[in-house]
Nanobody, 117 residues
Framework: VHIVESGGGLVQPGGSRRLSCTGS????????FSWYRQAPGKEREYVAQ????????QYADDVEDRFTISRDNTENTVFLQMDNLSAEDTGVYYC???????????WGQGTQVTVSS
């Protein structure tokens, strides 16, 4: 199983960034995907989740109006579009796949997002 995140980098406050997550070695289209993040010195926290066909979405309260999770099962890719970023969004962003809603079976290595001027 391979899960690989990409798209991280340095972003100015108020800017946008789109993260991608590709998966292989398992049946991508039947799995739920989640994004988590971990800020320096803090525990990993939930960001967003998408159902296997993309019909059901869920977000953490502090990102609901700014982030959008989506997926393209033909490309085995999940996206996290992040808008109006602030310093509080800085952290390592992880993608996880689960066989059921709320479950995380496989994890990627993470991609760093730094919001700074």
């Amino acid at each position: 199983v391979h899960i690989v995140e990409s798209g991280g980098g340095l972003v100015q406050p108020g800017g946008s960034r789109r993260l991608s997550c590709t998966g292989s070695g398992f049946t991508f289209r039947t799995h739920v995907f989640s994004w988590y993040r971990q800020a320096p010195g803090k525990e990993r926290e939930y960001v967003a989740q998408i159902s296997s066909e993309g019909a059901l979405l869920q977000y953490a309260d502090d990102v609901e109006d700014r982030f959008t999770i989506s997926r393209d099962n033909t490309e085995n890719t999940v996206f996290l579009q992040m808008d109006n970023l602030s310093a509080e969004d800085t952290g390592v962003y992880y993608c996880a796949a689960g066989s059921r809603w709320g479950q995380t079976d496989y994890w990627g290595q993470g991609t760093q997002v730094t919001v700074s001027s």
